[in-house]
């Protein structure tokens, strides 16, 4: 498995390019809960930036809620700010399907209007099902369909391939 810190350091450079053709100085960094939230405060720290960070809990947006029940730990997401015209850095430890993301969105627009959401990840892999892409990436993965990959943390942050008991 990759190292974290070399893949922190792909996405802080992959994001000041981003952003810097855009000509957008600081973007609010907003993480997904829970491993998201881990890796935004490191890019975070990384790229120097000093707006306060937003952290988001989808539980109750996801599209499979009925299906996987209440989650134990949800917690409230926290936004430091009005959205309403601000630029974006959504992250997130792994890309998979894109449900998470769409979730995401859905949430993000319930406080606002942003001008603009990049989408940053650890990991990518195989298995989409919604038309989602990440703008910064670490690291892409290809997984069999009994595989998936889990962020372990919060300290040390870590990468692990899991077998799942039955494939998707």
Known sequence: MPEIASLLDIMAEQARRHFEQRGIEEP????????GVWIA???RRRLGYTRP???????FYRDDFSRIGMHPQVRPSE???????EHILLVDDVLFTGRTIRAA??????YGRPASVTLAVLVERDGREL????AIVGAHLELGSEEQVKLR???PLRLERVRLEEPR
């Not at 609010?28 to 491993?35: A, C, D, K, L």
């Open 28 to 35: 609010i960094v907003v993480g997904i809960h829970t491993g």
């Open 41 to 43: 405060e490191a890019l």
């Open 53 to 59: 960070m937003g952290k988001l809990d989808i539980s």
């Open 79 to 85: 936004l430091p700010e009005e959205l309403d015209n």
């Open 105 to 110: 969105l859905n949430e993000l627009f319930d």
């Open 131 to 134: 038309p989602v892409e990440a």
């Open 153 to 155: 943390g919060p300290d």
